[in-house]
């Protein structure tokens, strides 16, 4: 047999239950209204307001080009831009390779921006002028001889030059810091050999293709020389396999070939008259 319970046994319970809904609901309205008082205050006050932008990364142009090109202000509202119109703004300059901009805290604006590499320098007019490893040369001049990277010569292709670029910005630092000089030296065969001239003495041969797989191993390639007994400065060439040959020996072969097409040229101008 069910028990029968008394409707007046139910009322406090329910009353229970009642107030403690209408409790709940007091308080989410009132932290509902308590949210967008303080959002209605905090727009409306100096606290919205940027304090701090900070411009992190970059070193072809200093903190204030970025600040201007960002648009920002100190003072203007921390909710009036969109990150990615900065960040779009920013990535015009031919130089820039990424930017991220980021609100911090509820004042600060952070800008970070990261550069393309500076992996050369080109001589034109007798001025040099810094390559980037995208192949941007920038507009600006050093008149002092560059000592932080090499110098580009006679390399009017600029295909040519991008490729060496990229190869460029592959090397360790260590290598890259080594080079003094490269020149174009291209054949009938190969457009894309070159010659190298390091702070070390040492003369490298090789193809662009291929420079920073076989380049980045300079140093051991110089130390089993240098190991040698009797070594010699001279020509290191990579292009296809790897040999050395002293400088001596190198330009003395050069020497003779050199003879023996003058002997060639005299015989046919005699045979001729």
């Known amino acids: 047999m069910k028990k029968v319970i008394d409707i007046e046994e139910r009322i406090p319970t329910l009353r229970a239950k009642r107030r403690r809904r209408s409790n709940v609901k007091f308080i989410l309205l009132t932290t509902i209204f308590g949210v967008i008082l303080f959002l209605l205050l905090y727009f409306q006050s100096p606290y919205s307001d940027i304090k701090t932008i900070d411009v992190t990364g970059g070193s072809i142009e200093d903190e204030t080009f ?3 090109q960002s648009g920002l202000n100190v003072g203007d509202s921390m909710w009036s ?3 990615n119109d900065i ?3 920013i990535l015009k300059q031919d130089w820039v390779k990424a ?3 980021k609100r911090k805290w509820l004042t600060t604006v952070s800008i970070q921006i990261e550069e393309w590499s500076k992996v050369a320098y080109i001589a034109k007019d007798s001025n040099f002028y810094p390559m980037l490893e995208n ?3 920038l507009s600006w001049q050093d008149k002092l001889v560059p000592i932080d990277a090499p110098i580009f010569l006679e390399f009017d292709d600029e295909k040519v030059r991008k ?3 990229k190869e460029l910005a592959k090397l360790n630092k260590e290598v890259l810091a080594m080079i003094s000089q490269i020149k174009a030296t291209p054949t009938a065969t190969d457009p894309y050999a070159i010659t190298l ?3 070390d003495g040492y003369e490298v041969r090789a193809e662009i293709t291929t420079l920073a797989s076989k380049l980045n191993h300079y140093p051991k390639i110089v130390a089993v020389i240098e190991n040698t007994e009797g070594h010699e400065k001279g020509v290191i060439d990579i292009e296809v396999g790897e040999y050395y040959r002293s400088y001596v020996k190198e330009y003395a072969q050069v020497e003779n070939v050199e003879d023996e097409q003058q002997g060639v040229e005299q015989n046919e101008e005699q045979s001729e008259e």
């Open 135 to 137: 192949g941007v040369i």
């Open 197 to 199: 001239f390091m702070n």
């Open 66 to 68: 970025y600040k201007e």
């Open 99 to 101: 930017v991220t901009v």
């Open 87 to 89: 960040e779009a703004r």
């Open 163 to 165: 490729r060496l670029l």
């Open 81 to 83: 831009f969109k990150e």
